[in-house]
């Protein structure tokens, strides 16, 4: 196979990677401070599309500037969430907290397919298609600014979690509930604060593919369970962990696509998801948040 | 069921006939699991007489789809109710079941008859397969859940790969003209009877793996699996015995779904929508419990429907917001589910006899 095309599908694997671990680092950052498993956790990723959507559609407002609007509408959606539904679950067996979720995505699913219709719905605008040349390289715009974009959240959050205080109040809270509640960090004030930071995460990276990807009311499906495998892979509650395991995911499948048609290229990540839960559950990196 | 009763008064010196038989009755009101079978079988004989009420084949088909529910509801629950485990993508065993028949009877020519039965072999090696696979990794809870939930969608993507499966399109059973031979009928009162049949060995199966030693041990594997090794229950032997059961039974009513809907398609049965769909009765009904899974499913699938009928012309997604919501309020308000309402009432209803008891043998 000519070295363009095998230097192609790395980089579109790549900039796939970049949306699966933003997604992936927003379920992961939930995980790791509530120990929770969000199966609705895609949805947000298909509220960020729809938002995207309509703000364009309906006042003409280009994508970019829709991710200031969906950082707040998740951020908000996901706090409200996460006291209204999650914290009465925190303390109920594992099996009624991952139907709870598995009920909201559900619920959102529906409701979304109710008012926004099942077919699919793209934004059209010129600016989707245009990409830069680089030698024989074509690169996507949208997808070169998400993939940068995921880089540059990453370090932001890096940095949010290590530097600030609110930041520390997370990774404490993530450590020790008790101690952390001790030192006078108020808990429930942070978990809610995660879970928004971790829908609105998930949000950016919906209107950020919002320009390439026809949306539909179940597009979170096709993210949900890719999501759990790069979380899983770079370790449960480690995001600097799902950041890896989105580019690893991402190239797999790209390349899984290239020699396998790309129908069947999630068995590529199904595969590595299987092999992982089975021979190494805790994921490639040590628990470190 | 319910004789009238005679007054203690009249049966110490009424004939000693009617004192066993209310003794017999009143033997069961005071065992709750005994209750829970014998609603269970009332429930099964009113639906049996409801082709008497209904004429409708719509409604019918309701009917038959909320019996089939509460049969997979049963099959789920041996594995998520008493041995506790997460298996969140049920789905792969019925799938599996309804491969299995539609194969039979479309390339083979072999019956439902034999079909659905046979269902049950690879649904049963699939199971297994999960069991030995899991045991041998070591996979618990939530790694467990997030594994049967991979497999659904590998399976789905692998089975719509394979041509002699009809591929991505799925496969159909063409009619084959009234015949009890090949399970074809015109009217949908057969298929009831055989979906009521179902759900009787179901009921059965079920409440003989509880009242054995087997159930007992699934028990203690949910409520502290360390502690049950530790008193020598051989956690792999038994886990893999409930799974192959819930994987069994799940065929045959993933062989009986195909031959009633005459369409099996990889991303239906083996889709996250079905499988939700699928979970909601044994979880709302009250998991762990002998009439959970009908109660849910008499609860859910005829309101499901009856939203859908008045909504779907124009809006699609009513069935999942019900689903989901069911999902959401029950593990808010309800997590023991419709039964563990059911159960205070019942025991009220036993101190009471119990009293009664009491006073009579004064």
């Avoid at chain 2, 990794?137 to 497999?151: E, I």
């Avoid at chain 2, 360390?226 to 799974?243: M, W």
């Avoid at chain 2, 991303?267 to 762990?288: D, H, K, Q, S, T």
């Avoid at chain 2, 019900?322 to 023991?336: A, D, E, H």
């Amino acid at each position: 196979m000519p070295i363009e095309i095998l230097a192609q599908t790395l980089v579109n694997g790549l900039f796939l990677g970049g949306i699966y671990a933003l997604v992936a680092m927003g379920l992961t950052l939930i995980y790791g401070v509530m120990i929770i498993i969000n199966f609705a956790h895609a949805e947000f990723l298909m509220i960020g599309m729809y938002v995207s959507f309509w703000a364009f559609t309906l006042f003409g407002i280009h994508p970019y500037m829709a991710i200031i609007l969906a950082t707040v509408i998740l951020f908000l959606f996901g706090a409200l969430i996460q006291r209204g539904l999650i914290e009465p679950v925190l303390k109920a067996p594992l099996l009624n907290q991952i139907l709870l979720t598995l009920g909201l995505s559900t619920l959102i699913m529906g409701l979304a397919q109710f008012f926004w219709r099942a077919e699919p719905r793209s934004i059209l605008i010129p600016f989707a298609s245009s990409s830069l040349r680089v030698g024989d390289l074509i690169l996507n715009w949208p997808r070169l600014i998400a993939f940068i974009a995921s880089i540059v959240l990453t370090i932001g959050l890096y940095f949010f979690l290590k530097k600030t205080k609110t930041g520390k109040a997370i990774r404490a809270c993530s450590q020790n509930r008790v101690a952390a509640q001790l030192t006078g960090v108020n808990v429930r004030k942070i978990y809610m604060l995660t879970f928004g930071i971790g829908a609105a995460l998930t949000g950016i990276a919906g209107v950020l593919i919002s320009p390439n990807y026809p949306m539909t009311p179940t597009i979170g499906q096709t993210f949900s369970i890719t999501a759990f495998v790069v979380v899983v892979l770079g370790t449960m509650g480690n995001f600097v962990g799902a950041f890896i395991g989105g580019l690893i995911i991402g190239v797999a499948e790209a390349f899984g696509g290239l020699y396998l048609g790309s129908d069947v290229r999630q068995v590529v990540s199904m595969g590595i998801f299987i092999l992982v839960l089975l021979l190494r559950p805790q994921g490639l990196f040590g628990r470190m948040i | 069921m319910t004789t009238p009763q005679p007054t203690h008064s009249e049966q110490q010196s009424s004939s000693s006939i009617t004192v066993r038989r209310s003794n017999w009755f009143r033997a069961i009101l005071l065992d709750w699991d005994k209750t829970q079978l014998a609603l269970s079988f009332l429930i099964i004989l009113l639906i049996g007489l409801s082709p008497l009420f209904i004429d409708s084949p719509y409604l019918l088909g309701i009917v038959i789809l909320t019996v089939l529910y509460a049969y997979v509801g049963l099959a789920w629950n041996i594995v998520g109710g008493f041995a506790g485990q997460l298996l969140i993508g049920h789905i792969s065993f019925f799938a599996f079941g309804a491969y299995t028949t539609i194969v039979l009877l479309n390339h083979y020519h072999i019956s439902p008859w034999l079909g659905i039965p046979a269902a049950m072999i690879p649904a049963a090696l699939l199971g297994a397969f999960v069991a030995l696979l899991t045991l041998r990794y070591g996979l618990k809870l939530d790694y467990f859940a997030l594994f049967t939930l991979a497999l659904m969608v590998v399976l789905g993507i692998v089975f719509s790969k394979i041509p002699f499966l009809g591929g991505a399109i799925g496969m159909w059973i063409p009619f084959r003209g009234e015949s009890w031979a090949m399970m074809s009928f015109v009217s949908k009162v057969p298929y009831l009877y055989i979906a009521l049949l179902l759900l009787t060995i179901g009921v059965v199966v079920h409440y003989a793996v509880y009242r054995s030693k087997l159930g007992k041990y699934m028990i203690a594997i949910r409520e502290d699996e360390a502690a049950a090794a530790a008193l020598g229950v051989n956690i792999s032997k038994y886990k893999t015995i409930a799974l192959c059961l819930t994987a069994a039974l799940s065929g045959m009513g993933g062989g009986f779904y195909v031959v009633y809907t005459t369409f099996v398609e990889p991303p239906l049965v083996f889709g996250l929508p079905f499988n939700v769909e699928l979970l909601v009765a044994p979880i709302i009904g009250g998991r762990g419990t002998i009439v959970g899974p009908i109660l849910g499913a008499l609860l859910n699938k005829p309101v499901v429907e009856m939203v859908r009928g008045a909504f779907s012309a124009e809006r699609a997604g009513t069935t999942l917001i019900i689903y989901g919501s069911l999902l959401m309020f029950f593990m808010l308000f309800l997590p023991r589910g419709v039964t563990g309402l059911l159960e205070k009432p019942h025991q009220k209803l036993r101190s009471y006899l119990l009293r009664k008891l009491e006073s009579e043998k004064e």
